[in-house]
């Protein structure tokens, strides 16, 4: 079928849509081992099936949308073809396609859900601590509040910004929120967590290096949101007991302070 | 009724034929017509004294005409010149109406639409702003650019600029405009409901913008509670969110309505279901989605209103109440929205598709199919945007499900337009370059959104500079790139003249190049960890690089988007005049005048086929044929 309006010559689309490839695989790959791992510095079971689901995902959405692409460029791309006037519509592939996209729909969902749930395993304790349930994890208990959180630990001490815990032990962290709905966030070790108010939230990993991992909260929580940071401190066993004694002995130090000062009024209030 | 309406139509293509007449050749109704509408823009305040002018001008030239004589060699259509008959009247005659009032009160559909689309253009613009300011906040680590709260309220303006009044009036102008005149219909079955529609959609965008003269609303792109709620947000920006994206969420569900009827019961003599065009259906699938998530999302917006100012506890825990219940109902909102989006482009796709390839698609049936199950899986999915929240796994597991479910009827569309424009000859023009668009960018941001719809992958990506930036990916790709291949694709039937094409296609790579440019690198920030909503970020991330990329790309998406609307600007005055048919469509709407008149066509077709035009053109070829062959037979032989 012939067009009324006489046409410019077309500019070769290829060549333009490689440049653009091109600026495109330079960007990704500006880093191309933290385009493949997510956290490369993962050090928590369920974080690393994240991980490995990530991978093959990545690999999956590259192939496709490489494949979409090549398809849609070779399609537009210049070319003089005789087209018989009386061609018969070519027949509809639909069924065929139809299968094999459900195919790849249910292989990606039993693979997506393989890693989740193993992601969702609550990891087993390699080492024991006091103040442990009876199922060996240990739970703490975090608060958000604008902007930052209170960590409860079991033996009453609580602290804030910062969450020491032992390596190697299960951690069953439960999130809730004082005021707004924070988003808890420690990629490399526990990953992304809404605290809601009035809710729950209890997440369990299990940290099995040493050291300080940071993650930026995630949700919108008002003005100091940008600053609201969540820290995981993983220590031995043994400095993490001794730091929550130490917090405990403050905690009571200040509180005995504090008492100290309301008896003090009281009994002044008593003398006069 | 008709008669006033008879009247208001003549008045147009009359008046200007005498300033029309020295300049063009003025060959044909369509030329005239087209002339008259050219003039009048519906919003550009720029262009508001042409207006004016040409007000005067049609004023003086009706005047004198009534005046002196009913000048019989006006007729360019005898049949629908107005019969003269006397008229009474106590307070004089009444002179014409001036342009924009004709324009705001008419009840017509092609304006009703002409407004719905010039509001998503004029939004575009706002929102390519807002973004650029946001990027350039983020251009550099702790940056100082812009105080927390001015960021979030940008924030917040963007997303509900982008969202309800650029994506949504965009598609609902267009169908608004087009269903009609592609079911041969003479215009909708509800107008005013129509109308109304459109005016609380107006409102609604006046009432959010209105809100820089005070307190804009700073909770977000999606005000979750409690952060919404008055005990956080005391002043009245989230107020005036509610109500400005609640009217016009109004709005859309009145149009909804309209169309729903309209298509149900307005498709001209034979137009059964199976031979409706693709766009048709995708109007109808579209606006029973819209008619399902609408009210969810108005009654989300009511209750966040009944919470902050009538002290109700919807949102709120401990008073019966419940933060995450918000979530929810936004959720399947944004997710039908999205939904929607890509149904509408994909639908549009279609169309430009089948025309510029000269065939009908064989897989009429497989694409409608799969359009209705993009509706229902994809809105069904809205759990994927809360992987993070506390709710049982089971829902999370549902909503993986469905999203990657996705892929089949989003493949099979895919695939039948792909292998259709592969099969084919054509020439590349401006509508088919944005569909192709359309399809590449979108078909990236779905992919993407793939691997973050599996539950181990969304819960660490979600929230960061990944999801948004397959967001964009997305909704660059069907909201503006499938937007712009219906506007381009049927700019010479509202305008009456041809977008130019050299500046639609230089436009149209700045953008791609601008769009590559600002966003691919948000995918490293995002997989780095970067988080979205923040201010700004610290230094020694691994993030700075991307971002600073991404503003200078965003400053580039931004020049090719204003140079995008310029050409849409500019092409109406400048252009050459379209004939009603330049493509050579199959649908009705080709049948009409560009641009039609006000009761569309003069004579309704009876379609026999999916391809109406295409029956027309092969009778009066033969009716061509038959009288050339009565003339030789008839004629002597010299």
Redesign the interface.
Known sequence: ?????V??R??P?PL?AAA?GT??AV??G??PA??LS??PDAISPG?A??NT??TI??V??VL??LV??L??F???R?R????EAQEV??????GR??IL??L??VA??VV??I??SA??DIPESRASVEGTLEDGSLRITATGQ?WLWRFSYPNGAFGYHRLVVPKGVTISLE?TSS???H?W?V?SLT????A??????RISFRADEEGTFR????????????DMESVVEVVSPDEYLTYIRRLKKEIQGAQDIVEGQVEAQARRAMNQ | MEGQEEEAASTPEDAPEGEAAGTTEGEGPAETTSESSAESPPESAAEEVTVVESEEGVATVVESEDATDPSPDVGLFPETEPIPRPEVSVEGEPGPRQRWIELATSADHKDIGRILIGTAVGSLFLAAVLLVLLRLQLAVPENGFLEPVTFDRLLSLYGATAIFFFVLPLFFGLFYYLIPLMIGSRGTALPRLGQVGMWLILLGGVLLYSTILYTPPEAGINPLPPLSELAFTSNNGVDAWIAGVGLATLGYILITVDLLVTIRHLRAPGMAWRRTPVLVWTAAVVSWLFAVIGPIFLAAATMLMIDRRLGGGFFTGGAGGAPLLWQHLSYIFFAGVYALTAISALGVATEVIQTFTGRRSPDRRVIFGSMVAIAVMGTLAWGQNMYTAPIPIGTKYFAMFMAIGLIVPFGLIYNSLIRAVSKADFHMRAPLRYAMGALSFGSIGLLVELSQSTIAVGTQLQQTYDAWAATHFAMIGFGLFGGLAAISYWYPKMTGRMLNEDRARKSFWLVVAGTVIAVVPLFGAGVEGQVTDAFRFAEGEGVSAYNLIATLGTLLLFLGIVLTIGNLIRSRVEEPLAPPDPWLGETLEWLALSPPPPHNFDELPDVRSEVPLTDIREVLTQMDRDRDHEARETEPVA
């Open positions: 079928m012939a067009t009324l309006v046409l410019p077309r500019k689309l333009a653009i600026v495109a960007l990704i500006a880093d933290s385009a997510l956290n974080i099936k994240g689901l990530h995902m990545f999956v959405i496709g949308i979409v692409n398809a849609i070779r399609a537009v210049p003089h073809r005789f087209v519509e070519t027949p509809s592939r639909s396609v139809g996209l459900s790849v729909a990606i969902f997506a859900t890693y989740t992601s969702r604008q999130l005021d707004v709905v988003g966030n990629p990953g992304k967590a809404q809601v108010p009035g809710q729950t939230h993650g930026w909260a995630s949700v919108l929580s008002g003005q100091g949101y940008a």
